[in-house]
Nanobody
Framework: QVQLVESGGGLVQAGGSLRLSCAAS????????MGWFRQAPGKEREFVAA???????TYYTDSVKGRFTISRDNAKNTFLQMNSLKPEDTAVYYC??????????????WGQGTQVTVSS
């Protein structure tokens, strides 16, 4: 069993930066690939980025390439560094564990989400 808790969301102006963190509990965290998704009001949950179990592979949805960076450490944390934020990045951001995939149904565990709001 893995429990995930996100933090780091907030209100930022366009062009600014935020760093989201996802703290995991559970002894098997190091074996799980991790992902970040987001969901804006009235829209479906959208894939943002994924990282392999050892951090050796990452991939991103096209709209965030070059602006966002996913990473993880050995202390059960996964991060999403978000630079050059745009108003269209506004959403609730979720971390998820269990798959190196862009499909939310492939993931086994989810956090509660953290709100990111980018003002223009």
């Amino acid at each position: 069993q893995v429990q995930l808790v996100e933090s780091g969301g907030g209100l930022v102006q366009a062009g600014g930066s935020l760093r989201l963190s996802c703290a995991a509990s559970g002894r098997t965290f190091s074996s799980y690939p991790m992902g970040w998704f987001r969901q804006a009001p009235g829209k479906e949950r959208e894939f943002v980025a994924a990282i392999s179990w050892n951090g050796g592979r990452t991939y991103y949805t096209d709209s965030v390439k070059g602006r966002f960076t996913i990473s993880r450490d050995n202390a059960k944390n996964t991060f999403l560094q978000m630079n050059s934020l745009k108003p269209e990045d506004t959403a609730v951001y979720y971390c998820a564990a269990g798959s190196y995939s862009n499909r939310y149904r492939d993931y086994d565990y989810w956090g509660q989400g953290t709100q990111v709001t980018v003002s223009s």
